[in-house]
């Protein structure tokens, strides 16, 4: 009996310290910084883009914490102010892959790192929990106008885009989820699925843990992105990849027809062999990603004139 419970004592430390150990990677993700790219030859800035980019870099204050944003300047003076929300362990320096379709068509493009991810001071990341308040808090810093905003966020962005936007902010005239989950395990129970890591008990768990410490309980009431999608006023589009094994194609449906079962404008664009993180990057898939951008943002035109960027911390780059 004695040694019945040392093994039963052994397991349950086990699985606590995996447990915790899961927990620390999904909240400490690895860090795709400017200095990450500047090793890897890989653009580092808008100024390095094939075609470079005039911007100017400044900080966000937001909770004690100064999140980097580089306001990059479109070739449309008349179009909107898009934002781009990256997801776990990616950056805005990954976000650079999206600007050039993005600027025939904005007057401005914001990438930033939120807090936990790129160039944001030490600091974990927040699961998608609270970063729309921190999206919310850019729009006020950047001086955007009404109805001149696009949320353009990917994979955990793309939950966070939705949910600033169901707030129904008058300044949000559309968003762009591309590759999102509707709930924050469905992504780590298929990467840890497919490399064999156990999930039937260490998963929600975790997960349970998580949203406890996070503040939004255990069942993480709130977070459903399709639940989220429903309250939009805005036009939707959502952007998956049909071969995405990460997050599901049915989650971007689901979230789509929630917010058209709900009377709203939603576009799913569905791209033939997209994975999850290489939609931008892969040569077969970035042509039909950019079209069905290009379709959307042309149907769209502010309300009010683009309000002027933020001028400090200037940092340009002539094409």
């Known amino acids: 009996m004695r040694l019945l419970w040392l093994l039963l004592a052994g397991l349950v430390l086990a699985v606590a ?13 690895p860090r795709r910084s400017y200095a990450w790219a500047l090793v890897r030859k890989a653009p580092a800035d808008p100024a390095a883009l094939h075609r470079p980019r005039q911007f100017a870099e400044w900080m966000l204050d ?11 300047e479109g070739d449309d003076p008349a179009g909107p102010t898009c934002v781009l929300t ?43 929990t609270r970063e729309h308040e921190a999206l919310r808090a850019l729009l006020d810093r950047a001086g955007v106008a009404p109805r001149s905003a696009v949320l353009f966020g990917w994979s955990a962005g793309a939950g966070t885009s939705i949910a600033a936007a169901s707030s129904r902010d008058e300044r949000i005239a559309a968003v762009v989820a591309e ?9 780590a129970r298929n990467v840890m699925t497919a490399i064999g890591m156990p999930w039937t008990l260490i998963g929600p768990l975790t ?18 992105r399709a639940i989220l999608a429903a309250r939009l006023a805005c036009p939707l589009l959502v952007i998956h990849g049909n071969a995405d094994a990460v997050c599901p194609p049915s989650d ?17 664009a569905l791209i033939p062999g997209g994975a999850h993180t290489d939609l931008w990057t892969n040569p077969a898939t970035a042509p039909a990603c950019a079209a069905a951008l290009d379709a959307f943002l042309s149907n769209l035109r502010p309300a009010s004139p683009p309000s ?12």
Request: glycine share 14%; aromatic share 8%; hydrophobic share 40%.
């Open 308 to 319: 002027p960027r933020v001028g400090e911390g200037r940092r340009e780059a002539t094409g």
């Open 179 to 187: 590759a999102p989950y509707r709930v924050p395990w469905v992504p």
């Open 86 to 128: 990256p997801g776990w362990g990616e950056s805005r320096v990954i976000g650079l892959s999206r600007v050039p379709p993005l600027a025939r068509r904005c007057s401005r493009i914001l990438l930033w790192d939120p807090p936990g991810l790129g160039d944001a001071p030490p600091g974990p990341f927040l699961m998608g």
């Open 252 to 268: 971007g449906l689901d979230i789509a027809e929630a917010l058209t079962a709900a009377g709203g404008n939603a576009t799913l």
């Open 62 to 72: 937001w909770r004690g914490l100064s999140l980097p944003v580089w306001d990059v």
């Open 17 to 29: 310290l995996t447990v915790w150990m899961t927990a620390r990677r999904l909240r400490h993700p």
């Open 207 to 224: 997960y349970a843990m998580l949203g406890m410490r996070l503040g939004v309980g255990p069942r993480w009431k709130g977070f459903d």
